[in-house]
């Protein structure tokens, strides 16, 4: 079902980018071109931007657009990431063999980076103004602390490692010479690293008792991704 949204939203930004009212305003005698009614076009530098939306899965958002050329710009995104929060949260919080005491996950700070080329191809658009598409390569580890939930073993640690590319469509809109709110959604593929332990447990014969111990252990494979959300600029 969410990937039916997310498809859904991915069709109608385009489709939003046109259809929206319109104005013709002079540029100079003989010639005119479009603008959008209710948005400014601007002609910034650079956007400085944040993505709440982004902080639901762990993340602390923050990227920078620079422009490139006439129709397009590139884009990076760095900052931390807090397991355990939101969506973050992948599997149960205790893990361990039926009757055996259970890993407790803790949170635990991480970090994330991505790259991003826009396109811009609106005629008559600035760049950082209006529809655009986008291919984007991000890697983000969340790390997590696993504790013995019975305390007989001392604290170990766990991982899970994205590796992420995705094709993104926007459209980012300005509300002011320096204030925009940039919509996008795309899909793409997700190369995923996870490392984890449980509390293994095996009778000893000599002692008549269990010993307890880490069974740490890794799994990998890949998925589809989607991703949808808002991002606030600040520009110059």
Known sequence: MLKKIIVLVIALIPVLAY???ERIVIVEKGRSRKEPKDHKIVDNNYVMKFSPIQMLLGEINLGFEK???EMSSFEIELGPTVSEVGFSVNENHYNGPWGSPGAQRETA???FGSVAYRFYPMDGMKVLNGFYVSPVIKYRLYNFGLSDYSGLLGD???SEGQAMFTFNVGVQRWYSDHF???FFAGLGL?????KTAQVQYLYNG???E???SWDKYSYSGVRFSATMGVKIGIGR
Do not use: L, N, R
């Open 19 to 21: 259809s929206q009212e």
């Open 67 to 69: 422009v490139i050329d």
């Open 109 to 111: 700070m991480g970090y």
């Open 156 to 158: 170990t640690k766990g």
């Open 180 to 182: 925009s709110m940039d």
């Open 190 to 194: 997700c190369q995923e690293v996870h």
């Open 206 to 208: 000599t002692t008549g």
């Open 210 to 212: 269990y010993d307890y």
